[in-house]
């Protein structure tokens, strides 16, 4: 039982961090279009927003895909393996300025992210089909569903909070002696740190 305890939550909760690190970029977009002197990247919402498309387009192939890989693998390692990765990979959006000096490395970041956002669903699936019987699954994937409500809504409230304690450390020299901040960054940094 204290078995079956411990995989059902590390499914919820391993999920549910998953969603720490899946639209990020659509909370930083309103100070990535902001201009250069105003600590934005002047991109425009068009350009952003095909970006963002990468992460859909990635998953929708991935969790295919995954799932007949996870069927191979371990289902434990699988989930953390893709949650690890995915999360570095969010954090270096924010850490390291080439991974946003085009749209175009943007949109090969979220692609990735999104390919790796599809090892979450397969293992959780079959972790509940392995340690729960068919009568007990409909009652518990119902509240194991609930982790991606909980994960999207701990994502606004924790780049926020990213924003709030780490944002002021994000400088950018943009010439002549002026230097503005780009708290933005702090969207995938502080979310992605959550998750590892």
Same mark, same amino acid.
């Not at 391993?14 to 002047?42: S, T």
């Not at 998953?59 to 690890?84: E, P, Q, T």
């Not at 340690?131 to 606004?156: A, D, P, Q, Y």
């Given at each position: 039982?204290?078995?079956? %305890?411990k995989?059902? =939550?590390?499914?919820?909760?391993?999920?549910?961090?998953?969603? /720490?690190?899946?639209?990020? /970029?659509?909370?930083?977009?309103?100070?990535? #279009?902001?201009?250069? &002197?105003?600590?934005?990247?002047?991109?425009?919402? /068009?350009? %952003?927003?095909?970006?963002?498309?990468?992460?859909?387009?990635?998953?929708?192939?991935?969790?295919?895909?995954?799932?007949?890989?996870?069927?191979?693998?371990?289902a434990?390692?699988?989930?953390?393996?893709?949650?690890? #990765?995915?999360? %570095? =990979?969010?954090?270096?959006?924010? /850490?390291?300025? !080439?991974?946003?000096?085009?749209?175009?490395?943007? !949109?090969?970041?979220?692609?990735?992210i999104?390919? =790796?956002?599809?090892?979450?669903?397969?293992?959780?699936?079959?972790?509940?089909v392995?340690? $729960?019987?068919?009568n &007990?699954?409909?009652?518990?994937?119902? #509240?194991?569903?609930?982790?991606h409500?909980?994960?999207?809504?701990?994502?606004?409230?924790?780049?926020?909070?990213?924003? !709030?304690?780490?944002?002021?450390?994000?400088?950018?020299? #943009?010439?002549?002696?002026v230097?503005? &901040?780009?708290?933005?960054?702090?969207?995938?940094? $502080?979310?992605?740190?959550?998750? =590892?």
């Amino acid at each position: 039982k204290k078995m079956r %305890l411990k995989m059902f =939550l590390g499914a919820i909760f391993g999920y549910a961090a998953y969603y /720490l690190v899946r639209k990020n /970029l659509a909370l930083a977009i309103p100070g990535m #279009i902001q201009p250069i &002197e105003n600590g934005g990247l002047g991109y425009t919402k /068009l350009q %952003l927003g095909i970006a963002l498309s990468a992460i859909s387009i990635a998953y929708a192939f991935s969790k295919f895909i995954m799932g007949a890989v996870s069927d191979r693998s371990d289902a434990r390692k699988f989930l953390v393996i893709g949650l690890i #990765i995915s999360s %570095l =990979l969010m954090m270096s959006v924010g /850490l390291f300025p !080439f991974a946003t000096s085009s749209v175009t490395i943007i !949109f090969m970041f979220m692609l990735a992210i999104g390919w =790796l956002s599809g090892m979450g669903w397969p293992p959780c699936g079959r972790i509940m089909v392995h340690w $729960f019987s068919h009568n &007990e699954r409909r009652f518990k994937m119902s #509240i194991w569903n609930t982790s991606h409500t909980f994960g999207s809504g701990l994502l606004g409230n924790l780049a926020a909070l990213g924003t !709030f304690l780490i944002g002021g450390f994000f400088l950018m020299d #943009i010439g002549g002696g002026v230097v503005v &901040e780009q708290s933005w960054k702090a969207v995938f940094v $502080f979310p992605s740190a959550v998750a =590892l």
